[in-house]
């Protein structure tokens, strides 16, 4: 009978892919994660450190805690305390582990250099403030492959595209959303961002040509809130609610924005999901707000395309979640995911491994994966270039660099063009400003700058030590 011909169990090497919490004492404890009603995901984690959206009175605060600090969080443990209004969303830089941005209700972006060892103090200086929005920011997220190209997107309706690295506003997408904006999500090279918006609509965008390049009204008939990412092969996989609320997953083309290439239902709860996508697997995870579960697909080029692979359960719901990159799992143990779930007072990792036999690396499991490297500057993408990520292997584990500065150059208004008319020549700068008295001044510079470098690294190394003096007598 047909029938059976469809019982043909599929090949994957991710039919068993098992999910697990970690014991008691690998969890992070007495956490007061922050209870803002908001769709973000409150967590960012990446090989060095795990941060957390928390509670505080009269600003906005976040904490940062080295990956190994597990247990106990001490109450004093100090604070990421910039911003002025409750913190929304955090992310971290793709290309370099000691930075983290911060958007806020109180309209400002912030971007901070978080040091290797903990700080005595809160953290209160941010590297750079962008300010350009008019109301809350609630969106933030790092360009894949180009340095210090950072996007927000806020209850203005407004996207903006920063250069981190001179504090400049690089573009400004206005006139393209005419209501709140749910998500923004990058494709795998940068070139082009998926938006789904509160007018019901997922727009694709070319961000440098200010075009909206395909949209599709109403991917989901409901009519609670919608997320869409791009998955491999530039399509994009689409959260919602049917006219019955129930949830659904979808998946697209971008060529025939019409038809679905898949559409399911999945259940009435109604959190908003939350996908998180591994480009290495084509595995996506869905974590619902509010629900104790995370259900994982395999996105696959044979109907019905979005394989249910297995649900992970547990007893607690989750507050937010963090997913950790793909260079700061665990390879030895076939860690193909790690997630780092919010509870109201902890925050418990869960671990996907694909168990194997052998202890060999499986590089099956293992493609080469973006590394840390950006791949353009700033300008370079800017002015229409592309690139794919840089990847790496990472067959004997990736081993975190040391902290790296994150330098911000403001650009000066007045380098950028000569006074104009026929005053210059008054210009006191004019020609009888010697040559040897040019390079004197820049001497004298050059030795400044020395010295201010090494006092800086005196300063580290003396904050260093003393944090190991403090850290002894614990």
Known sequence: PPAMSRRVVRQSKFRHVFGQPVKADQMYEDIRVSKVTCDSSFCAVNPKFVAIIVESGGGGAFIVLPL?????????????????????????CPHNDNVIASASEDTTVMVWQIPDYVPVRNITEPVVTLEGHSKRVSIISWHPTARNVLLSAGCDNLVILWNVGTGEMLLALDDMHTDLIYNVGWNR???????????????????????????????HDGTRPIRAIFVADGKIFTTGFSKMSERQLGLWDLNNFEEPIALQEMDTSNGVLLPFYDADSSIVYLCGKGDSSIRYFEITDEAPYVHYLNTYSSKEPQRGMGFMPKRGLDVSKCEIARFFKLHERKCEPIVMTVPRKSDLFQDDLYPDTPGPEPALEADEWLSGKDAEPILISLRDGYVPIKNRELKVVKKNILDSKPPPGPRRSHSTCDSDFSQPALEEVLEEIRALKEMVQAQEK???????????????TD
């Open 68 to 92: 190994a600090k597990t247990g106990r969080v001490d109450k004093n443990h100090p604070l990421v305390t910039g911003h002025t209004a409750p913190v929304l969303d955090i992310d971290w």
């Open 458 to 472: 005196r300063i580290s190394d003396l904050e260093n030590k003393l944090c190991q003096f403090t850290n002894g």
């Open 189 to 219: 090279n940068g070139s082009l961002l998926v938006t789904t918006c509160k007018d019901k609509k997922v727009r694709v965008i070319d961000p440098r040509k200010q075009q909206i390049i395909a949209e599709k009204t109403k991917p």
